[in-house]
């Protein structure tokens, strides 16, 4: 919602109080994707769709906030979260 302002002292203060809000509402999103990422693990009922899904959603929204993390770290973080159960199998004859 939009109130006037009478001068420009009163419009600056708006501004930062806006500004602050903003800042501490991207620092809360940052901090809540950033321990979604770190403990990310594959739910066990999710296929290997959902769990890339809900990965690029983490990742995406850390970038979008600046908090980016290079690529090979964060597939050795995603390859790490596999269950066992997703393993290779390798058949030696």
Request: proline content about 4%.
């Amino acid at each position: 919602m939009w109130y006037p302002c009478n001068n420009a002292k009163e419009m600056y203060d708006k501004f930062e109080v806006t500004h602050e809000e903003t800042n501490r509402v991207n620092e809360l999103k940052t901090s809540l994707l950033t321990l979604d990422y770190e403990l990310f693990k594959v739910n066990p009922s999710e296929g290997i769709k959902e769990m890339f899904h809900r990965s690029t959603d983490i990742i995406n929204g850390l970038k979008a906030l600046g908090k980016s993390n290079p690529n090979k770290k964060m597939m050795k973080k995603m390859f790490n979260s596999l269950p066992k159960s997703w393993e290779a199998k390798s058949d030696s004859h």
